[in-house]
């Protein structure tokens, strides 16, 4: 995997989170990291028991999208090549997750398991904006986030098969698969818990001077967990360098977002920790490595941590066989319309990125996974004598450990 860009830009977020005096976002044109509009309105709109009015204006006043002065996006310093290496992240990450669900078909692939398909430009778009000292911890759905760290996926399809040559020697799968050599301290199965695990990786950075960020990913379901919430607090009540970046994309399992959550913008759950808050349309890659560029270098300056709610659509069902009865008629055509990769790939080539450049990318990713694939089926298991090694920590740990 080539090496992401290291966004330390000097580019200024305005306006700063936080004030009520915010103006609100000025982008309004395709592409310009303006968040969708609530598709799901009229379902939340249903719901009469709840004022949510107060809540809405404290978003307006915290949720902004951040802006740039004319040739000022983070983004327009990136490269051709740079751009293409964001698209084969997406191209990368989806490939993987259809061959992932193949697997899962034909059985060689055991536990449960989550795709994120759709929701690769949130992957790609954060994966390339941090450094490669920063930190990542994930959720149940984590393979894209990984893969935009870098990590290999060979080693990573082996994990979800259960090989020895996997990530975690085949003893985490989907769900618990970590990756110390990229700071993937881990997906997670228990939901929400990515905040407070990586709110210790941020405290961390900032005891020891590092210079690091630390980024939480989590969904709507997970926003309303209690760790979610204990982990923001502590993290702003210590001014920690850390992103929590909440995906978007509407449905906890079954469940649509507006049925558990009594606000309709999730950006005043920032508010409510005074936190420096970013809204983002999730589905634009550049839109999201911008706001992730200002995020970090906001947090990485010492100005505490920053929540970053960024708008998505899971195109697949929540889990891998997931019949998605409870979707409304039509919705899963619509979300299709809005598929991050196509549109990037547009965006590319209205940049004058030659298409045999994007077409190269696409056969050179297509090769990758089926060896990935290959190698994985290929491998053993570990040994069952094994099974209880590296259930607990060793001392003296044999590292590396949070970068020392
Ligand atoms: C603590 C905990 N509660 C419940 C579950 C069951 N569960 C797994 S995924 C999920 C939905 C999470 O929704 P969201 O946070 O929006 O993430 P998404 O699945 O949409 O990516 C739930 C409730 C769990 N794994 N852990
Ligand atoms: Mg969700």
């Known amino acids: 995997m080539a090496a992401t860009p290291r966004a330390r830009t000097t580019t200024k977020a305005a306006p700063t989170g936080g004030k009520a005096s915010a103006k609100k976002a000025t982008p309004t044109k395709r592409g ?27 978003a307006a006043a915290y949720g902004e999208q951040v802006s740039f002065a004319r040739g000022k996006r983070p983004s327009d310093k ?74 290999n996926v060979e080693h990573l399809m082996a994990e979800m098969m259960g090989r020895i040559t ?12 970590a990756d110390m050599s990229r700071n993937v301290v881990g997906a997670n199965g228990v939901v929400g818990s990515g905040a407070p695990m990586m709110t210790g990786v941020a405290l961390a ?25 204990e ?11 850390i ?32 936190m ?24 990485r300056a010492g100005n505490g941590p920053v929540y970053i709610v960024a708008e998505t659509k899971r195109l697949s069902g929540h889990y891998v066989g997931d019949a998605e009865v409870y979707r409304p008629k039509g919705e899963a055509k619509a979300a299709r319309q809005t598929d991050p990769i196509p549109a990037f790939r547009a965006q ?11 077409k190269a990318v696409e056969a050179e990713v297509e090769e990758t996974m089926e060896r990935a694939v290959e190698a994985a089926l290929a491998a053993d298991f570990p040994p069952a004598e094994d099974a209880m090694k590296h259930v607990y920590a060793e001392y003296p740990y044999p590292g590396p450990v949070l970068g020392l």
């Open 32 to 58: 310009s990291g303006k968040a969708p509009v609530d598709d799901h309105a009229k379902s939340a709109s249903g719901r009469k028991s709840i004022d949510d009015t107060a809540g809405r204006a404290a």
């Open 78 to 151: 990136l490269s051709k090549a740079e751009l293409v290496q964001m698209y084969r992240t997406m191209v990368l990450a989806r490939r993987f997750e259809e061959l992932v669900i193949d697997q899962y078909r034909e059985g060689n692939l055991p536990g449960f398991v989550h795709v994120a398909i759709g929701q690769e430009a949130i992957a790609s778009g954060v994966g390339h904006a941090l450094g490669d000292d920063d930190f990542i911890g994930s959720t149940h759905r984590a393979h894209a986030h990984i893969i935009a760290r870098g990590s």
């Open 166 to 177: 996997g990530v975690c020697q085949g003893k985490g799968g989907s769900m618990h698969m």
């Open 205 to 229: 950075q900032k005891e020891l001077k590092t210079g690091n960020v630390a980024v939480a990913f989590y969904g709507d379901g997970a926003s309303s967990q209690g760790n979610v919430h």
């Open 231 to 241: 982990g923001m607090n502590l993290a702003q009540i210590w001014q920690l360098p």
């Open 243 to 274: 992103l929590f970046i909440l995906e978007n994309n509407r449905y906890a399992e079954s469940t649509p977002t507006w049925q558990t959550v009594p606000v309709d913008d999730l950006t005043v759950r920032g508010a409510a920790f005074g």
């Open 276 to 299: 420096k808050t970013f809204a983002v349309d999730g589905n634009d890659v550049l839109a999201v490595y911008d706001t992730t560029a200002v995020a970090a270098e906001y947090a």
């Open 348 to 358: 590319l080539l209205e940049r004058k990125v030659p298409e045999r450049d994007l």
